[in-house]
């Protein structure tokens, strides 16, 4: 067999197209790993507002895991479960900010932090300045258990509220009429 030049040019078109191919399949099993991964901590973002909305509201048991799961089951022994009834009336939830992040060379671990202002009814629902208003912020630690994102510890604090502001106006006026009976 006789070996030519328009031989020898084929095969090096062919092994260039080969390895040419290869790196493209590379970089598209990269690209779908990423897309992947990016879609994972959107999900979780949703999630993480779905918990957020359901812990308002007492029924996030669903996205609880390990001591969380165990605390809220305790509570439900000791006190029941959270009906309507037992409560209190939110008028209004909005979620101001909300940010998930996935630990540093953790797969299965994510965190979230949220700032929520909830808003009750206290009084004449025609009346919005009876209302009373929480601003919490939400921190909650985040692990796959059997492939969903579930919580395993909350840690969760009261902002300034709108009683704040009234409470500091009757301390001032004590004060001020404390001074004037001096």
Do not use: C
């Amino acid at each position: 067999m006789r070996i030519t030049v328009t031989n020898l040019v084929l095969v090096a078109l062919l092994l260039i197209a080969g390895s040419f191919s290869f790196l493209l399949y590379t970089n598209l099993q990269e690209a779908k790993a990423t897309i992947e991964k990016y879609q994972d901590i959107e999900k979780l973002n949703q999630r993480s507002e779905d918990f957020i909305r359901a812990l308002i509201y007492g029924k996030h048991k669903k996205y609880l895991t390990g001591e969380q799961l165990e605390k809220y089951e305790t509570g439900e022994k000791e006190y029941g479960t959270p009906t309507e009834k037992n409560m209190a009336e939110v008028n209004e939830m909005k979620i101001q900010q909300l940010f998930t992040k996935k630990i540093k060379n953790k797969d299965n671990e994510a965190e979230s932090y949220a700032i929520v202002q909830v808003r009750y009814e206290t009084g004449d629902p025609n009346k919005y300045g009876d209302d009373y208003i929480h601003t919490l912020t939400v921190n909650s630690h985040w692990v796959k258990d059997a492939g969903e994102w579930k919580v395993d510890h909350l840690e969760m604090s009261l902002l300034k509220d709108s009683r704040d502001e009234m409470l500091r106006k009757q301390a001032e006026e004590a004060l001020r009429k404390a001074g004037q009976a001096s």
